[in-house]
T-cell receptor, first 113, second 114 residues
Framework: SQQGEEDPQALSIQEGENATMNCSYK?????LQWYRQNSGRGLVHLIL?????REKHSGRLRVTLDTSKKSSSLLITASRAADTASYFC?????????????FGSGTQLTVLP | DAGITQSPRHKVTETGTPVTLRCHQT?????MYWYRQDPGHGLRLIHY???????DKGEVSDGYSVSRSKTEDFLLTLESATSSQTSVYFC?????????????FGPGTRLTVL
C-alpha cells in the first residue's frame, strides 16, 4: 500500500506564480524525497529532506517537513512552463531484503505560459 | 539517467503470450527494481533485486517473475500476459549514501496487451 499521498492531484497555475504541493505519510521515516516526472519519461530525483531537517532549499525548490504532522510540502517558486510535470513524494519502508521506497500517486502540475 | 536502459521501449502483444522486459545498467549497482505505473496508482513495486540471483517480491508481484544472472541485467517476465498487465514499466537502481537511498529510473517500457 502507498505510504505517501500527494495533494492536490492536479494543479494549474500561470507562469511566474508559485506552486505548492503537499504530501502526507503514515509511518515514521528517516527521510522524504521528491521526484519529478515529465510526460513519457522516468522519474527524476529532485530533493531529499531528512527527518531532523525542517526545511531545505535547492534552486527554486523549497521543501518542508513536519514529522509531528507526518507531512511535507514542495514549493516551486517563479514557475516556468518547463516545470509542467508530475511530482511524487517518496518515503522509505523497511521490508524484505532491500531498501525500498514507496511513492504516492503524484500531483500533476501544469504551468500555463 | 545513471546509465540505465530498458528494452524494448514499446511493445504490443496478445493475451497469453510470454513477454520479457530487460533492464540494463552500466555502473555495477547492487539494487535494482521493477515498477509499474498506472493512472491513479502511481508507481507500484513488482519485484526487486539485491544482488546476482537475489530477488524478492514487491507489492504487485502476481503474474510476474524476475531473474538476475549478472549484475548489469534485471529481467522482468510476464509468463502469460493479460490485459491487466497493460502498463508502463520502469526499472530503477538505488544509490545509497549513509542511511539514505535515492532511486534513479530508466526511460520506461510501454506495454500493451491486446
Amino acid at each position: 500500500s502507498q505510504q505517501g499521498e500527494e495533494d492536490p492531484q492536479a494543479l494549474s497555475i500561470q507562469e511566474g506564480e508559485n506552486a505548492t504541493m503537499n504530501c502526507s505519510y503514515k509511518t515514521s521515516i528517516n527521510n522524504l524525497q521528491w521526484y519529478r516526472q515529465n510526460s513519457g519519461r522516468g522519474l527524476v530525483h529532485l530533493i531529499l529532506i531528512r527527518s531532523n531537517e525542517r526545511e531545505k532549499h535547492s534552486g527554486r525548490l523549497r521543501v518542508t517537513l513536519d514529522t509531528s504532522k507526518k507531512s511535507s510540502s514542495l514549493l516551486i517558486t517563479a514557475s516556468r512552463a518547463a516545470d509542467t510535470a508530475s511530482y511524487f513524494c517518496a518515503t522509505p519502508i523497511s521490508s524484505g531484503s532491500a531498501r525500498q521506497l514507496t511513492f504516492g500517486s503524484g500531483t500533476q502540475l501544469t504551468v500555463l505560459p | 539517467d545513471a546509465g540505465i536502459t530498458q528494452s524494448p521501449r514499446h511493445k504490443v502483444t496478445e493475451t497469453g503470450t510470454p513477454v520479457t522486459l530487460r533492464c540494463h545498467q552500466t555502473e555495477n549497482h547492487r539494487y535494482m527494481y521493477w515498477y509499474r505505473q498506472d493512472p491513479g496508482h502511481g508507481l507500484r513495486l513488482i519485484h526487486y533485486s539485491y544482488g546476482v540471483k537475489d530477488t524478492d517480491k514487491g507489492e504487485v508481484s502476481d503474474g510476474y517473475s524476475v531473474s538476475r544472472s549478472k549484475t548489469e541485467d534485471f529481467l522482468l517476465t510476464l509468463e502469460s500476459a493479460t490485459s491487466s498487465q497493460t502498463s508502463v514499466y520502469f526499472c530503477a537502481i538505488s544509490l545509497t549514501s549513509g542511511s539514505t537511498d535515492t532511486q534513479y529510473f530508466g526511460p520506461g517500457t510501454r506495454l500493451t496487451v491486446l
